[in-house]
């Protein structure tokens, strides 16, 4: 039986996305995140779309993304055992549960107020994880959490739903509000937004999208508090010998060229 959930907006209905990604991903023989939780989130949903059929473009890379993010949190936090820990646009995502925070770091997950709702009826209550509802373009709700903590700060698959003015001024409001941290999210290039509006399986998103790309130098341009300290091109990382046979061949002919690859999922690291 599936539980009933409240309506959700275009942008907000984006998380199934997502979330299918790592169910599927999941349900593979050599999965790259291996998220059980996703997969049982999914079916307590009983969220069905035909249009999300399996692909290795979206379970592939949603994973393995995910799965970066994950490990930029997890070394942030075994450095920093008080550490706040955020997950701007979370959707469903249980990235506490996937990293198991330890009890001394507090867990922020923000989406809007309707997705906290289908959070909160679709996830396990999880001591020191706090979920906010709230627009990430609204300047209060960053009141409401620690200010004397270090912060990692992650944002999977989000900045392309934010206006480049929304993303300069939440980042700012970021780093004005923790005293240092860290930022990490997966870059949308103006060519990944002009794939997304010529791609068939992305068009249905790239209509919510309001970013028109950007370079992953520009935030450091944007805030001055920010510098870059790590580019991940997902082409050269280890977890590419699980891909699907067809896609790792591609992707170890992408890997040959920084350029190529950084057409594709790159995962940004900022130090504040
Ligand atoms: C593609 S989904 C990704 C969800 C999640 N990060 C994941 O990996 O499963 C994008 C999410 O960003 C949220 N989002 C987009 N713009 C937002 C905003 N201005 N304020 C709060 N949440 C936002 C959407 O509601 C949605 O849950």
Request: aromatic fraction near 10%; proline fraction near 8%.
């Amino acid at each position: 039986m599936s539980v009933a959930l409240p309506a959700l907006t275009p942008l907000q209905e984006t998380l199934w996305v997502s979330l299918t990604g790592r169910a599927f991903d999941r349900r593979q023989p050599r999965p790259i995140l291996g998220d059980e939780m996703a997969d049982e989130i999914l079916r307590k949903s009983g969220y069905r779309n035909p249009e999300l059929r399996w692909s290795p473009s979206l379970s592939v890379d949603v994973a393995h993304r995910a799965k970066k993010l994950d490990e930029v949190a997890e070394r942030f936090i075994a450095r920093h055992p008080d550490a706040v820990g955020i997950d701007l646009g979370a959707g469903l995502d249980t990235r506490a549960f996937r990293i198991d925070t330890p009890p001394t770091v507090d867990w922020y997950d923000v989406d809007f107020p309707e997705v906290v709702t289908a959070r909160q009826r679709l996830i396990p209550h999880r001591p020191h994880a706090h979920a906010i509802g709230a627009d990430l373009t609204d300047p209060g709700w960053l009141e409401a959490l620690p200010a004397d903590r270090p912060a990692v700060i992650v944002a999977d698959g989000v900045v392309p739903f934010l206006a480049e003015d929304e993303m300069i001024a939440l980042l700012k409001r970021l780093t004005s509000h923790f005293p240092s941290g860290e930022i990490a999210f997966n870059v949308y290039n103006k060519f990944t937004v002009w794939a997304a509006n010529h791609y068939s399986g992305a068009r249905f998103l790239a209509p919510l999208f309001k970013s028109r790309g950007f370079d992953r130098r520009d935030p450091e341009r944007w805030d001055p508090k920010l510098t870059l300290v790590r580019h991940v091109l997902l082409t050269r990382e280890p977890e590419v010998a699980r891909y699907p046979l067809a896609l790792r061949l591609w992707t170890r002919l992408a890997a040959l060229s920084a350029s190529f690859s950084r057409l594709g999922t790159t995962i940004a690291q900022y130090r504040f």
